[in-house]
């Protein structure tokens, strides 16, 4: 399975159903970085992603993008594909 990689912070509900979702598909563990406890994480995660809102998930080299895209790659049945590699 390939590796998952999510920006969050502390408190973040669109973070929890994004874990949920990936749990749900058998993901056993998600490296998470958390933006909130290091301001660096933030600058390094907007220019990765060009984004600044949580969660900015990477499933392996590919970056999702946030929760709503998470559930519309399941929705399209692509993200099962893509988290098997």
Do not use: W
């Not at 590796?3 to 994004?18: G, Q």
């Not at 984004?51 to 099962?80: C, F, N, S, W």
């Amino acid at each position: 399975m390939n590796k998952v990689l999510m920006y969050s912070t502390a408190v973040c509900p669109f973070c929890v159903r994004a874990e949920a979702l990936l749990r749900q598909r058998g993901v056993s563990e998600i490296e998470k970085i958390r933006i909130d406890a290091d301001p660096a994480q933030r600058q390094i995660m907007m220019e990765r992603t060009g984004r600044r809102t949580v969660p900015q998930i990477y499933i392996g080299d590919t970056h999702v993008g946030g929760y709503d895209d998470l559930a519309a790659l399941d929705r399209a049945g692509k993200l099962m594909p893509l988290l098997e590699g």
